[in-house]
């Protein structure tokens, strides 16, 4: 028979699975039971329409045998099945395909890949030399085989087989020095990792083991052989057990088994609902994002059971955006079995429990906060930004809900601080909050007008983010506290002493300052300033729109010309540097302008602003050297 060939990624995903040194190659029965319980599950909710095409719900199994001789490892199922095309399709390529990028093939990553993804059917490779899968749909007469000894290809062709479902063999490898492989073929062995991996599968997973017992009615010591069928998992679902009777580890294993995560979980919250609606949930806090988390390919949602039976994959409309990286489920008797995509929207019962789940996710946000700093810090880094564009989406309408779980690096200690905690801290002379931005907090720390806040003995909170200062903007206060941008007109440092100094400075130096204005060029107003430490001069704005926010806004594909701040250069009256720009204002003009120049040059640099005008920059201070 012909043999057909894989897909190029699939070859290359079964090559990583066939020389596999991963050293937990285990995980493949746990990913071929999950199948199975999958396909069942498709055939018991196609049942709820077509009743003829299921079985009562006690006859759905996952039946599991091994011929330790033969070294053959038997997994069948009552599932839904496939057809001929289904089995080319399914197995002949690898859905997950786009998640994976094979860049390279070394061991290292080859470890990564399957760790983080679980690498579904394909897994089987690692143990077997040999799959076979032999499946029937619901109506056919036919059943089909396919079969693959790895990457060459494999082969399909018609069968028989008597019930609908799907029924794969595993051809185990041969024994070596470094890996047992009879280990697959053994029952307590096998029954092992079934407890360890499928435990809450809610089909039963059988076996049947060979003892010895006495003859009934038999003489004294007189024993038979008997095969004995047995469940091996306790079937309840773990999210259905009690809280207090599921260990770290069990919650972890459901995890990352079901969730494709390699790492455990921030924060697991189990919880049953009672009330109006009730339903219970097993809800997970990551680590650490998902690759495309940040894309938008990236899907939201969590999966919705009816009474034990899953009706959903992954229902958008239970999470809030700015919870999107949430996972886990929801359970439900109060959720109708035929919900369908369009009426979801609609559906009362599911927004209510929408609403409570999104408090229940606030609160254990902040109970974590409270109560494991570090926990919480790596959920934010990883987490934050969600939770920032959270309260900058809908016009501000969650800010409310999201303002306490939202933190920003403080110039105190250079350590992550919420916005209570910075309150709490203010002193009693300080009307604001303060924040300057940067590319880093490193940089924003050193801007002249962040150094004159600290130098008053206020904090200052440090913008790295793009969307931190309209997440800010958009909350507008904080315990009716307002945000103050350093580098815009609203820093409110001086006392009234110094700005009447300042006012009379200015309104005196007015012809210089307007000297200034016009030889620099582009900028909407020139000033003397007293918060600007050692620094010679430094860039602000006025009006609404911050340097800062101009800069992101400008990045935008839809960018129009009118996003631009009102740039103010700041020149320190006290600096030597103003005493010079003076004395060559009344002396030579001309030269007063280059030096202007200059200062402008380095505010923006300050600033984080590119120079506009590189070429004439080079110019002007290579004539200062000669
Ligand atoms: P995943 O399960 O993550 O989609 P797999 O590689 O494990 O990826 O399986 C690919 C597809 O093959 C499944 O999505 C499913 O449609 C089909 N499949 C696998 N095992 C079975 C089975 N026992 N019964 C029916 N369909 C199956």
Redesign the pocket.
């Known amino acids: 028979m012909k043999k057909k060939q894989f897909r190029t990624e699939s070859k290359k995903l079964l090559d990583m699975m066939i020389n596999s040194i991963y050293t937990h190659k285990e995980i493949f029965l746990r ?2 039971i ?3 319980s ?2 069942i599950d ?1 055939r018991y909710f196609r049942s709820l329409t077509d009743p003829d095409s299921g079985l009562n719900r006690d006859e759905y199994e996952i039946f599991i045998s091994a011929d330790e001789e033969k070294r053959i490892l038997k997994i069948s ?1 009552n ?4 057809t001929a095309d ?1 089995l080319e399709n ?2 002949g390529t ?3 395909s786009g998640s994976l990028d094979f860049k390279s093939e070394n061991a290292a990553e080859n470890v990564d890949i399957i760790g983080q993804f ?5 897994s089987a490779f690692m143990v077997a030399e040999k799959v076979t899968v032999v ?1 029937k749909v619901y109506g056919a007469e036919k059943a089909f085989k396919w079969e693959s000894e790895g990457v060459d290809g494999y082969t399909l062709e018609e069968c028989d087989k008597e019930a609908v ?2 029924e ?1 063999t595993l051809y185990i490898k041969p024994d070596t020095e470094e890996e047992d492989y009879c280990e697959f073929l053994e029952p307590y062995s096998i029954q092992r990792l079934v407890k360890k991996y499928s435990d809450y599968i809610h089909y039963p997973i059988r076996m049947d083991f060979e003892t010895t017992k006495p003859v009934e009615g038999g003489k004294e010591g007189e024993t038979e052989k008997v095969t004995e069928r047995r469940t091996l998992n306790s079937i309840t679902p773990l999210w259905k057990k009690p809280a207090a009777e599921v260990t770290e580890e069990e919650y972890n294993n459901f995890y990352t088994s079901k969730f494709m995560d390699y790492e455990p979980p921030v924060k697991v919250m189990h919880y049953k609902q009672e009330g109006a609606v009730e339903y219970t949930a097993l809800l997970y806090i990551p680590s650490h994002a998902p690759f495309d988390y940040y894309s938008k390919s990236y899907e939201k949602g969590l999966q919705l059971y009816s009474s034990g039976v899953m009706i959903m994959d992954r229902c958008a409309e239970v999470l809030p955006d700015y919870f999107s990286f949430v996972k886990g489920l929801i359970d439900s008797s109060d959720i109708s079995l035929n919900i369908s995509r369009e009426t979801l929207q609609q559906d009362h019962q599911l927004r209510t429990i929408a609403k409570a789940v999104e408090k229940k996710i606030k609160s254990e946000l902040l109970k974590l906060l409270e109560t494991d700093r570090e926990k919480y810090e790596t959920f934010y880094k990883a987490f934050g930004s969600q939770l920032k564009f959270g309260v900058y989406s809908d016009y501000g309408t969650h800010k409310e809900l999201l303002q306490d779980l939202i933190m920003f690096t403080s110039s105190n200690e250079m350590k992550y601080t919420t916005l209570k905690e910075y309150v709490s801290r203010m002193p009693e002379a300080q009307k604001s909050i303060y924040y300057a931005c940067g590319d880093s907090a490193e940089k924003a720390l050193k801007l002249p007008q962040a150094q004159a806040v600290i130098a008053k003995g206020y904090e200052v909170l440090l913008l790295t983010e793009d969307v931190d200062e309209f997440t800010l903007q958009t909350m507008m206060n904080y315990e009716e506290k307002k945000f103050v941008n350093v580098s815009t007109d609203e820093l409110d440092l001086a006392t009234e002493e110094e700005t009447k100094k300042l006012k009379e400075e200015n309104e005196s130096g007015k012809e210089l300052l307007d000297f200034i204005k016009e030889s620099v060029g582009g900028l909407n107003s020139v000033k003397f300033s007293n918060t600007l430490g050692g620094h010679p001069a430094a860039l602000s704005s006025e009006g609404g729109m911050s340097i800062e926010m101009a800069r992101v806004l400008s990045k935008m594909p839809d960018a129009g010309e009118g996003l631009k701040a009102s740039l103010v250069l700041e020149i320190n009256s006290e600096h030597a540097v103003t005493s010079k720009i003076k004395e060559l204002f009344s002396q030579d003009k001309d030269k007063c302008a280059k030096y202007c120049k200059l200062l402008y040059a380095q505010a923006r640099l300050l600033s984080g602003l590119e120079i506009e005008n590189a070429e004439e920059l080079s110019g002007l201070i290579t004539e200062l050297m000669v």
């Open positions: 990913e071929l999950s199948n199975a999958d396909a498709k199922d599932g839904c099945g496939m289904e399914n197995l690898i859905a997950k679980g690498v579904g059917f394909y499946s479902g799907t794969i």
